[in-house]
């Protein structure tokens, strides 16, 4: 229903008021079950929630037109314009996100994509924040002084390198300038990515510049481990095809946003991603101080399940019991400072050897820990070097609560 009918309808009086609000609920139904139906098949949650807020509109609109009806025909003819508007405003919003396909975000974005050659291989890239900024992986360009970066157009500058942070697996280069019709690209947020999500990447899979893959995200938070690359940061699961070359690459949503950068991946096409909330604390301290520093407690958890404690035979807790068991505390470090204890070997009565647990973490800032992701996921994006925490703990049987002032992890030593 275009808006221009309604108006029409309504400023010519030839309905009743009874027949115009009959006329509005109608409208209002089909315009909310189409953006209902739109919801659930885009692709991110700002998409839902604008889509949301504007549904939330116009029902309040809905209700104020009710409220008027029979009490003053102007009052019905300003809402009934108002709803007019607000329904033309829904429907360009809902169409616009609809035309969004991975063709329509890789002719927007692949401009901003770089191959970058280094004398130990190849990999991908993309311009950031300024003209002459690309973002990248650690492992693309570690250890290299002979950097090269081809546009889309052919153009090739030689790059330094800004600042790198290997635990993340992010680097920022520099370049002297970039062709003009290259844009830099802007960083998502990574939180509020989701299993079911398409995305793509573009990137240059064995040397095929400017290659796009669309694929989904097929879970979010998972700790990896990569030969000869030390991240201890959680990365995006992301099922669509990728090869050596696309490392450094962006993963971009349905919006065109950067919600990662491709940088792992196996034979059984599950790759991953390092998220872009990671990617801009690292990148915005490597601008401003030129490194990043982890932040670090200096003690080592496992993630408790039934079958954990009764491998480990962790004698005092019950089976059923979670949280991440502090194992083993580093001295000198904060830690140890704030009296944290690990296990101690016990016997059990049937002679077998096992552990006393003595501190458990169960929340720190009244955050829920129930698995070694929950931890990396919090610390990582959310507390800094210096920066002083509370653990809730399981003590001995009983429930305390710690302070803990941070350090940081010191640097990569290849």
């Known amino acids: 229903m275009k808006a221009s009918l309604i108006l029409g309808i309504k400023k010519e009086h030839t309905l009743s008021s009874r027949s115009t609000i009959i006329l509005a609920v109608v409208c209002i139904a089909a315009i909310i079950l ?56 829904l429907s360009s919003e809902i169409e616009r996100h609809l035309n969004q396909t991975p063709a329509n975000i890789y002719e927007t974005t692949y401009k901003s994509v770089v191959v970058i050659t280094t004398p130990a291989g190849q990999g991908s890239g993309f311009l950031y924040n300024t003209s002459n900024m690309l973002l990248t992986n650690w492992h693309v360009v570690e250890g290299e002084t002979d950097i090269e970066v081809q546009f889309y157009d052919g153009t090739r500058r030689s790059a330094s390198i800004v600042g790198s942070d290997a635990y993340s697996d992010v680097a920022l280069l520099m370049v002297a300038k970039s062709p003009p019709e290259a844009r830099p690209l802007q960083l998502g947020n990574s939180s509020d990515l989701f299993v079911g999500q398409q995305v ?34 959680p990365v995006i699961q992301i099922d669509l095809t990728l090869a050596p070359g696309n490392s450094g690459g962006p993963l971009l949503d349905m919006e065109g946003n950067v919600v990662g950068i491709t940088n792992a991946g196996t034979s059984y096409q599950f790759n991953f991603a390092v ?16 490194y990043y520093r982890h932040p670090l407690i200096g003690f080592w958890l496992i993630e408790l399940t039934p079958d954990v404690i009764s491998k480990l035979n962790i004698l005092n807790i019950k089976p059923s019991q979670s949280g991440l068991l502090v194992w083993d505390v580093m001295e000198n470090y904060p830690a140890e400072a704030a009296g944290l204890q690990g296990v101690v070997e016990a016997e059990a009565l049937d002679g077998t050897p096992g552990y006393m647990a003595r501190d458990i973490v169960l929340e720190v800032d009244g955050h829920p820990m129930h698995t070694l992701a929950d931890w990396t996921v919090y610390v990582e994006e959310h507390v ?25 992890r010191p640097p990569y030593d290849e």
């Open 34 to 89: 189409s953006g209902i139906n739109s919801i659930l098949i885009l692709n991110t949650i700002n998409t839902q929630r604008e889509i949301s807020n504007r549904l939330s509109n116009l029902t309040e609109t809905l209700t104020a037109i009710n409220q008027t009806a029979l009490a003053n025909a102007t009052d019905v003819e300003r809402l009934l314009n108002e709803l007019a508007s607000e329904i033309s405003e």
């Open 200 to 233: 793509v990447a573009i990137g240059n899979p064995l040397g095929l510049t400017g290659s796009l893959s669309s694929g989904y995200i097929s879970q979010v938070n998972k700790l990896i481990d990569i030969i000869d690359v030390p991240i201890i940061i």
């Open 275 to 290: 998220p872009s909330n990671i990617i801009r604390r690292v990148v915005s301290s490597i601008v401003e101080n030129g």
């Open 384 to 408: 800094s070097p210096e920066q002083t925490i509370t653990l809730t703990l399981w003590r001995s049987g009983e429930t305390s609560m710690v302070e803990v002032t941070t350090t940081y």
